[in-house]
């Protein structure tokens, strides 16, 4: 068995850090909070020679195609590190999701997202996705 190596890189040329794509990439959590996700993926596709697994948060309800870029208010004092002010996340609906990842190169094979009662409390959305 080879053991898992890891490698940090700036994920807006992440493409060019390796020579060869990878069968399966994972990308989990953070896309939201990147300044240009359709991008990223565009970055992403080119690493992808099978598929791709991604999760988000921040899920709009409906069924309209539509983001919003949400300012969050600093929380630091509060002990949430991660919600500093001035940074903001990405929040964007289903069909937005499956857009972008048509844009960058990708086909929808499988989606998954809480029950819609749940998804105020739990606003993630994981999908399984073919490279083009």
């Not at 099978?50 to 630091?76: C, H, W, Y």
């Not at 844009?103 to 094979?109: D, E, K, N, S, T």
Request: hydrophobic letters at 40%; glycine letters at 8%; a neutral charge.
């Amino acid at each position: 068995m080879v053991a898992p190596q890891f490698y940090v890189a700036d994920v807006y040329s992440i493409a060019d850090r390796f020579s060869e794509p990878f069968d399966v990439v994972l990308c989990m959590g953070g896309l939201y909070h990147i300044a240009d996700p359709p991008y990223i993926l565009t970055q992403i596709r080119k690493l992808t020679r099978d598929k791709v697994i991604l999760q988000t948060s921040g899920v709009l309800p409906g069924t309209d195609n539509r983001a919003t870029f949400v300012i969050r208010e600093d929380q630091t004092a509060k002990g949430l590190t991660s919600l500093r002010g001035g940074k903001g996340v990405w929040m964007v609906s289903v069909p937005c999701f499956h857009a972008i990842l048509t844009h960058a190169g990708f086909r929808l094979l499988e989606d998954a997202q809480p029950e819609a009662s749940q998804r105020e409390r739990f606003p993630w959305y994981c999908a399984l996705a073919g490279a083009v």
